[in-house]
């Protein structure tokens, strides 16, 4: 399934990846700053919090729990169905299955890196940490500056995007309306996780909108734009003596 032209996973890619993932595991190790920068809603972020936001705090907490699910799952088609199971064991296609594998970890990381890089910068208070705050001035209300953007949001975005970018090119579950089904079900996934943090008051509607954007965003680029809309050729070059010419020349001749 993985086409001749296109260019298989490169070392280069490999290094930076890796470094992707370093510098987001440095920053996951790292506590945020306690002092937010940048608190409340912008837009029509306090509109959609007031519309959404569950008001018990268990049903808060029960709408994150069930939020964390596709979140969770995010690597499970991107990282094994499709590689390992659709091209690897049904399709026997080894090159697709390492290619599938090793492009979707360097999405995610990217997509990881930078949702950690931007909570860092911003230090946006999360909604339900400032709330505790301004209502519950007698309890242990420890700040939570890490709101902008939304980093489940962004994970589970970006595993949508590189199943969509996935499926769009190859038939990896075998029929167009099984691939498509493959491309709405995580998307739907990502959007349900984005929406129940809302229903959580984990986060504001601008930092669930930018984080399943940039996670979408690298999930589909990633593939798409290394890989897909690019092409492998083989190019030969030869410099020989040019005997139709007068005095000292060289001929360069090639084929592409």
């Not at 937010?36 to 569950?54: A, H, K, M, N, T």
């Not at 890089?117 to 890490?146: H, L, N, Q």
């Not at 769009?168 to 079900?185: F, H, I, Y």
Request: glycine share 10%.
């Amino acid at each position: 399934m993985w086409q001749r032209e296109w260019p298989t996973f490169s070392p280069v890619e490999g290094v930076a990846t890796v470094a992707a993932g370093a510098g987001t595991l440095t920053l996951l190790m790292l506590k945020p700053p306690k002092d937010p920068r940048w608190e409340g809603g912008i837009l029509f972020d306090d509109r959609v919090r007031s519309g959404l936001r569950l008001s018990s705090e268990s049903d808060r907490q029960r709408a994150r729990s069930l939020g964390d699910l596709p979140y969770f799952a995010a690597p499970v088609i991107p990282l094994l169905i499709d590689p390992l199971v659709a091209a690897w064991l049904v399709r026997g296609d080894s090159k697709a299955a390492l290619n599938l594998g090793a492009v979707g970890l360097e999405a995610f990381s990217y997509a990881g890196l930078a949702s950690f890089i931007s909570t860092r910068i911003s230090v946006r208070e999360r909604p339900d940490s400032a709330e505790c705050r301004r209502y519950k001035p007698d309890a242990d209300c420890e700040r939570d500056t890490e709101a902008f953007f939304s980093g489940h949001t962004t994970i589970a975005a970006a595993s949508a995007g590189i199943v969509c970018a996935n499926h769009r090119v190859m038939p990896l579950w075998g029929s167009e309306a099984a691939d498509v089904g493959a491309c709405a079900l995580a998307t739907s996934g990502a959007v349900a996780t984005g929406v129940s943090r809302l229903l959580a008051d984990r986060h504001y509607a601008t930092d669930v909108i930018v984080g399943f954007g940039v996670g979408f965003g690298f999930g589909y680029a990633i593939p798409t734009l290394l890989h897909y809309s690019r092409h492998k050729t083989d190019v030969s070059l030869s410099v020989a003596p040019n005997g139709r010419c007068t005095g000292a020349c060289l001929q360069l001749s090639g084929a592409f």
